[in-house]
């Protein structure tokens, strides 16, 4: 396998026998700011106590993430200067499959400084490809320092004093010309041997890149053969330098607290410092739990978005874009290796070229800290399948932040098929999803609250639903649309996460509605993980006047 020897994907969280996670101290962190209830991922719920209110010693600065933090972000809000480290990495994906032999002349020039925070242990660490041609693996990580910080005396340069606040592992296929973008939750449980029972984004503290990519790799199951490190700076200057972002939102993006974001559902094009903003959101997710995720989700969207400005852009667009870059990046890949794997990218097509998912996880809080515990299970089938070159997911009920995130490229597929569905999984690639209209939910199953589960969702991404049961059981869910309402349709099925593309309607239903949404028994098995936006919603959410979601049978 490698130099470390990476097996399957390995357990975060108690040893086998283990009632409960023998948990170390936590290193102190920002905290989370969840609510007391239920945390909902992947349809597993875990009751919550009380919300922490921080962890540490509030009198060791160095390391406490919660000493000033909203003096920090209020700070840096006045300065105008919203980078994100999160959102940062897009850039770095950009530039490996977008970028061309008309800049390998150039990028030489800045080679010595893309290099030269790797040392010997890192690259001992990193495991070579047999062929140049091979699919490899390259861990990308956000980390939550800055020039700002590391001039400061609370933090200095010393990797000790930061943490990865962004874990992605991409897998990079040169031959096929795809990419694999999968998130790892940063609070996610894992060993680290004698430093004790942490979170996975602790790893960099206590040994710095090489120790973050053992861990990352042993986690995963896979070698991992690049990395690549950026800070919290520059984002928001790149994205300005391509000219902005277009990115479409299934719902509105309302974080007035934290980054007082106030973004309206659908397309619109982000310059720098709204991007970056975006890429740290995760409050503006409250209402529907595990903010992270939707983030992460957003995050994976920005990579996308980024790549296909670049793309059209051409070289124009490429030098400033590395130049801008090459200020904040640290990565093993020299200039001649990065232009010669972008040479493989150049047809790339975002939509179909890129697959996107995220580690499964289930929340649990354990000695007042919040940590994601990995479903090891379904965790062990993504990676089967992203190392087979296959999105990472079966079926479009795994990924429940479909329809509340953004979402780029390809997330599900059957079999070995990986052409099943396209962006965002709803079948519907060839039309543009829009978030607005009514919609009939029918419940054509033998389990209550099937469409009332439905219609929240629904009317949280912006439609009018309202609900019935259908005249008889139902063995497959459908969509249908009446008249021209098919990119309604689309809306509908992307934001249910389903991927079996809407059906015109011939009159067998009902007409008065722009969609009508059929229930069937296939949805049981998958309606918790679906429905999981529409649990976590809770009973704040409105459905419209004669609906009986909230409390019927339906």
Not at 307 to 317: L, N, Q, R
Request: aromatic share 6%; with cysteine.
């Amino acid at each position: 396998m490698g130099k470390h020897s990476a097996t399957a994907p390995q357990q975060a969280g108690a040893s086998e026998g283990d009632a409960r996670p023998q948990i170390q101290a936590p290193l102190p962190d920002v905290p989370r700011g969840h609510h007391a209830g239920t945390r909902t991922h992947h349809g597993a719920s875990v009751a919550a106590g009380a919300a922490p209110q921080g962890v540490g010693n509030p009198s060791a600065p160095r390391y406490s993430r919660a000493k000033g933090a909203e003096e920090y972000i209020e700070k840096r809000q006045r300065r105008g200067r919203h980078h994100v480290l999160r959102a940062a990495l897009v850039t770095l994906v950009a530039l490996v499959v977008a970028g061309g032999a008309a800049v390998a002349a150039y990028l030489y020039h800045i080679n010595t400084a893309i290099t030269a925070g790797v040392d010997d242990k890192l690259r001992d660490t990193l495991v070579e490809t047999k062929d140049p041609g091979d699919p490899f693996y390259m861990l990308l990580l956000g980390i939550d320092k800055d020039e700002e910080r590391a001039e400061s005396k609370d933090y200095g340069k010393d990797y000790s004093a930061y943490r990865t606040d962004t874990i992605i592992l991409a897998r990079v296929d040169p031959r096929d010309g795809k990419v694999a973008l999968i998130s790892i939750p940063r609070d996610t449980l894992v060993d680290l041997g004698s430093n004790g029972k942490q979170k996975i984004n602790a790893a960099y503290s206590f040994g710095g890149a090489a120790y973050a990519t053992k861990v990352v790799s042993e986690f995963a199951g896979v070698d991992i053969s690049h990395y690549a490190e950026i800070d919290m700076d520059g984002f928001a200057k790149v994205v300005d330098a391509i000219g902005g972002v277009t990115v479409d939102l299934p719902v509105e993006v309302k974080d007035p607290k934290y980054t007082g974001l106030d973004l309206p559902a659908g397309k619109q094009k982000l310059d720098g410092r709204t991007a970056a903003l975006l890429g740290r959101a995760r409050h503006a997710y409250d209402s529907y739990g595990g903010g992270d995720f939707y983030r992460a989700a957003n995050q994976r969207m920005l990579i996308g978005a980024v790549i296909t400005k670049v793309m059209k852009g051409g070289a124009s667009t490429i030098v400033p874009t590395v130049t801008t870059l090459s200020g904040y990046v640290t990565t093993d890949m020299d200039v001649t290796s990065i232009a010669s794997l972008a040479s493989s990218f150049k047809g790339i097509d975002v939509e179909k070229d890129v697959y996107s998912g995220q580690c499964p996880t289930i929340s649990e809080y354990v000695n007042n800290t919040w940590y994601e515990v990995c479903d090891t299970a379904a965790w062990k089938k993504i990676m089967e399948r992203v190392d087979k070159g296959l999105p990472p997911y079966e079926d479009a009920s795994q990924d429940f932040t479909a329809g509340v995130a953004g979402s780029v490229g390809v997330s599900t597929s059957t079999g070995d098929d990986a052409s099943s569905s396209g962006a965002g999984g709803n079948g519907a690639a060839q039309v543009t999803p829009e978030y607005t209209g009514t919609v009939l939910v029918l419940n054509g199953t033998s389990t209550a609250g099937v469409a009332g589960n439905g219609a929240s969702t629904l009317t949280s991404a912006g439609f009018t639903a309202t609900t019935n049961d259908a005249p008889s059981l139902q063995a497959k869910t459908t969509v249908y649309y009446n008249g021209d309402a098919q990119a309604k349709a689309a809306g509908v099925a992307k934001t249910l996460g389903l991927s079996a593309a809407p059906v015109q309607n011939d009159g067998s239903w009902d007409t008065s509605s722009d969609v009508v949404v059929v229930f069937g028994a296939d949805w049981i098995d998958g309606s918790a993980k679906s429905a999981n936006t529409a649990d976590a919603t809770g009973a704040g959410t409105t459905v419209s006047a004669g609906s009986n979601a909230a409390t019927g049978t339906n």
